[in-house]
């Protein structure tokens, strides 16, 4: 029983990406329903990948401040129940619904709204779940391939073939968990929830606000349109790499931009000398604020994997 070990090593083998997509599909098609655990799990850890250190390493409480914003906003947000076979409702649902009336927090309210006090004790409740119950058994479904978890130390390291396959592929993978999480909340949930439910898991993590990374990049000096170098009057902030590839928001991604760039850009990817602005950029912004697990390698990479996922490249009308 995978989900009782403590420590694991990753099983050390040569995994062809035909063997990554056996083992991924195994798990997506085999892994038991009788909660989303794993599913959201396998979310996280896709949206996560920006996260990880060189080593493929993310702690624990890093993985479940990804969890913990899906959930509540499944749950408490959205109103959709995640049932457990035994008594109806799972152990993270019966947390996020105690914590909710515990503190009157009303249910329109997303993750975002809660202040950082009751963000850090639902990451922390829900880890003890995750902890206990969660990363041995998703490492058993995939045989213990993907990745080495210590309990102790709370974390877990993905191994490297892993991390690029779930770069490579992170478009069609979320869809496939975001459509295999839509079809188990079916069960459990009336019809007027279940309206527009692919969009509602398709954007649950994504930001009502961006409005703290826009004031950290004034406070340092950002004022003029990254693409077209206008004086910005009207501010937006725009995800260099789109959201829709890296599910995340890091502040290395974040450039300012005046609303006609930011609208004709879209959900698409700025041409590659822009790529190497945002790298002098980011070097400047890393001697003042500290972003973690930030490399330039990273940013490349994920440049170059958001191609790979069918972005197509933006151009900006530098006369407007
Ligand atoms: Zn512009």
């Known amino acids: 029983m995978g989900w009782k070990l403590d420590i694991a090593e990753a099983q050390e083998s040569y995994l062809s990406e035909s063997d990554l997509?056996?083992?991924?599909?195994?798990?997506?098609?085999?892994?038991?329903?009788?909660?989303?655990?794993?599913?959201?799990?396998?979310?996280?850890?896709?949206?996560?990948?920006?996260?990880?250190?060189?080593?493929?390493?993310?702690?624990?409480?890093?993985?479940s401040k990804h969890v913990s914003k899906i959930y509540w906003?499944?749950?408490?947000?959205?109103?959709?129940?995640?049932?457990?076979?035994?008594?109806?409702?799972?152990?993270?649902?019966?947390?996020?619904?105690?914590?909710q009336e515990t503190h009157c927090i009303p249910s329109n309210w997303n993750f975002e709204k809660l202040s950082t006090a009751h963000q850090n004790e639902l990451i922390k409740l829900i880890n003890i779940v995750y902890k206990k119950y969660v990363y041995g058994s998703f490492y058993s479904s995939f045989d213990g391939t993907i990745y080495s978890f210590n309990k102790k130390e709370e974390w877990i390291k993905l191994v490297p073939s892993y991390l690029v396959f779930f770069e490579k592929y992170k478009r069609i993978l979320m869809n496939i968990t975001n459509y295999q999480l839509s079809i188990f909340l079916e069960k459990y949930n009336?019809?007027?929830?279940?309206?527009?439910?692919?969009?509602?898991?398709?954007f649950v993590s994504a930001r009502h606000s961006l409005a703290e990374f826009k004031n950290i990049l004034l406070l340092h000096g950002q004022t003029t349109c990254f693409y077209c170098h206008k004086t910005l009057q009207k501010v937006h902030v725009d995800h260099f790499i789109p959201w829709s590839y890296t599910q995340n928001d890091v502040l290395w991604n974040f450039v300012l931009s005046c609303p006609t760039c930011n609208t004709s850009k879209n959900n698409k990817i700025a041409q590659k000398d822009f790529l190497y602005s945002l790298i002098d950029r980011n070097e400047q912004l890393n001697a003042v604020i500290h972003m973690r697990n930030y490399t330039e390698n990273k940013l490349k990479y994920t440049y170059e994997y958001a191609i790979q996922n069918g972005f197509k490249i933006w151009t900006p009308n530098r006369t407007y």
């Open 190 to 202: 009336s019809s007027h929830l279940m309206k527009n439910i692919l969009s509602k898991v398709e």
């Open 21 to 63: 997509w056996r083992l991924t599909q195994q798990f997506l098609m085999h892994s038991t329903h009788t909660t989303t655990y794993k599913h959201i799990l396998m979310k996280a850890l896709l949206e996560s990948t920006a996260e990880t250190d060189e080593t493929g390493k993310i702690t624990f409480l890093e993985i």
């Open 73 to 99: 906003n499944l749950v408490i947000t959205h109103g959709l129940r995640q049932v457990n076979v035994k008594n109806g409702q799972s152990s993270v649902e019966k947390i996020l619904i105690d914590f």
